[in-house]
């Protein structure tokens, strides 16, 4: 599956060429120009990495930045026409992992987006405990717990959860699921993931028919809400 991004920069002629090159290169590339839209796709796509302007109408890159690091660990690159070096330090200390000041050769900026997916992919993933609601998953120790209590789980359904939830609220198609839980050679079919969703909401969902946990979009696949967005008959 190609590397998602998410662009995030209100000069809209800069997006345009800026996406045309990334996805010539390979990368999946949404866009958004201000902060707040911003924030709520980063929200609903969890991209994989961020390319983050500094100044952005209403709330800037700095502030964005914060809220990323309060939640995910996701790569993110500042991208600034600024000169002054308070800009890159406070960048990097609020937790980015790179920043480039405009206007940059594309090829370099492909170079540090690779090295830092690189660096990202050698660190374990953060928090080793991720709360949604009363379930709890303890990467760590491997172990499912719901209001406390401990939830038995078949080792596959364990690395079904496990996989969505390090990737809450975003959709992934059976043949995906297939493919980053069970393997590329997995003899099997895709209503396996089917199967292995409906036992998750029997042992997680306070209503396995009316999830608000583990929830279906329809004709795309399956994803973990984050935070639970409230019931909606949304079933196999």
């Not at 379930?135 to 209590?149: P, S």
């Not at 359904?157 to 995906?176: C, I, K, S, T």
């Not at 009316?210 to 909606?232: C, H, M, Q, S, V």
Request: with cysteine; proline share 7%; hydrophobic share 40%.
């Amino acid at each position: 599956m190609p590397v998602r991004v998410l662009l995030v920069d209100d000069e809209r002629p800069f997006v345009m060429g800026l996406t045309a090159s990334l996805r010539q290169a390979g990368y999946d590339v949404s866009a958004a120009h201000d902060g707040e839209s911003a924030w709520a796709a980063f929200r609903e796509q969890a991209p994989d990495l961020v390319l983050l302007d500094i100044m952005l109408p209403g709330v800037d890159g700095l502030e964005l930045c914060r809220r990323i690091r309060e939640h995910s660990g996701t790569p993110v690159i500042m991208l600034t026409a600024r000169g002054e070096d308070v800009d890159k330090i406070v960048g990097l200390e609020i937790g980015a992992d790179d920043y480039i000041t405009k206007p940059f050769n594309v090829r370099e900026l492909l170079a540090r987006m690779k090295a830092v997916l690189r660096r990202s992919a050698a660190v374990p993933a953060a928090p080793e405990r991720l709360r949604f609601g009363a379930v709890e998953v303890d990467l760590a120790r491997q172990a499912v717990t719901r209001g406390g209590r401990p939830v038995p789980l078949a080792p596959k359904e364990y690395d079904l959860l496990a996989f969505l939830a390090q990737h809450p609220n975003r959709v992934f198609g059976r043949d995906e699921l297939l493919q980053r839980v069970w393997g590329y050679d997995f003899p099997g079919d895709d209503r396996t993931v089917d199967v292995h969703i409906r036992r998750l909401r029997e042992k997680l969902e306070e209503d396995p028919g009316r999830p608000a946990l583990i929830l279906t979009r329809w004709g795309k696949g399956y994803y973990l809400a984050d935070p639970p967005e409230g019931r909606g008959g949304l079933g196999s």
